[in-house]
């Protein structure tokens, strides 16, 4: 299995702060890899994939960097709706995420 | 619009099969590149990829889950139906279906609202 390393666990921000979560896999996976956003008590949601394209739908404030074995989820600019649980994704074989990263608008 | 819904039970007791149906619509399961994948979290828990089926009839599996699972499509249905076999405690959480797009690699564009299966005596 190809693990993932996400930090942090968890991260509290003022609106309008840029945030950065981190993802690093345990081998080399290309661009292969996602993000995904999980509000409390909903499904998970696609921000983006293939390392840095953007999910249909996604505001601008969300990229995505990366290649090989490290990764980041950047949002620009937090705002109040962007209080959830962040969760990266490889994709290059037998999915694995990675454990969540709970970000908290203050 | 592509929509997906889990349906099944909510309480299933140790040792027993658990079948879970995913209903989808908004996309035909008929391509090879394009997939239904079954996705768990126990409570409070990380995400745990369980298993793929792709409109050619492919399968992947979680290999750490390979031996109590499997998977079958209805492409006249659409309907994708997920069998576990010899649930125990840890397998209590939510079940989602998700559709796999056309493309490289294996991500999930779309989910299901998810389905809670608590696993007790």
């Known amino acids: 299995d190809i693990q993932l390393t996400q930090s942090p666990s968890s991260l509290s921000a003022f609106v309008g702060d840029r945030v950065t979560i981190t993802c690093r896999a345990s081998q080399n996976i290309a661009h292969y890899f996602a993000w995904y956003q999980q509000r409390p008590g909903k499904a998970p949601k696609l921000l983006i994939y293939?390392?840095?394209t953007l999910a249909s739908g996604v505001p601008s404030r969300f990229s995505g960097t990366g290649s090989g074995t490290d990764f980041t989820l950047t949002i620009s600019s937090l705002q109040p709706e962007d209080s959830a649980i962040y969760f990266c994704?490889?994709?290059?074989?037998?999915?694995?995420f990675g454990q969540g990263t709970k970000v908290g608008v203050k | 619009q592509i929509t997906l819904k889990e349906a099944g039970p909510t309480l299933v007791k140790p040792t027993q099969t658990l079948t879970l149906t995913c209903t989808f619509s908004?996309?035909?399961?008929?391509?090879?590149?394009?997939?239904v994948g079954w996705i768990r979290q126990p409570p409070g828990g990380a995400l745990e990829w369980l298993i793929l089926i792709y409109g050619d009839d492919a399968r992947r599996y979680s290999p750490s889950l390979n031996s109590r699972l499997s998977i079958t499509k209805d492409t006249s249905k659409n309907h994708v139906v997920l069998t576990m076999t010899d649930l125990g405690p840890m397998d209590t959480g939510t079940y989602y279906c998700?559709?796999?797009?056309?493309?490289?690699?294996?991500?999930?564009?779309?989910w299901g609202q998810g389905t809670l299966v608590n696993v007790s005596s």
């Open positions: 293939g390392a840095s």
């Open positions: 994704q490889q994709t290059h074989s037998a999915p694995t």
């Open positions: 908004g996309f035909s399961l008929d391509k090879s590149g394009v997939g």
């Open positions: 998700a559709h796999r797009p056309e493309g490289p690699g294996d991500f999930f564009q779309d």
